[in-house]
C-alpha cells in the first residue's frame, strides 16, 4: 500500500467517522486490534467495546434491546433488580442519587445533631 494523499484522506476519514460514532453511540472504550489496511479498504478483524449504561434512556433507539450482566461472579440481587427496572423507565439517574444518599443523610444528621 501506498502512503500518499489518497490513503491519508481515507484514513482521516475513518478516524472522523469511528469518533462521530463512538461519541453518537456514547461508549465508554473502544479497541480496534489489529486494524487492517489492503486493497484500498480498512478491515476491522476484531472490536471490543464497552456501553455507558446511564446513557440506555437516550441510545435505546440505536442500541435495540442490552441486557447489562451483574458485577462478575455473581447473580444480581433482588434490590439490584428491582433499582434496575426502576431506572430502566426513568431518564434520571438512580446511581447517582443512591450513591448520594449516604452523603447527603451525612450532612442532614450532621445538622440535626449538632
Known sequence: MIMNDTFFRMVAQFIEALYKAYVDLY?????INPLVITGGKIHMLDLAAKLDATADFICRGKWGEVEYPPPFGRDAYPEEAYIADLDSKSGASL???FT?????????FGTFVS
Do not use: H
Not at 27 to 31: A, Q, R, V
Not at 100 to 108: D, V
Open 100 to 108: 448520594l444518599s449516604p452523603f447527603l443523610f451525612g450532612i442532614l
Open 27 to 31: 461508549f465508554t472504550y473502544l479497541e
Open 95 to 97: 446511581k447517582v442519587m
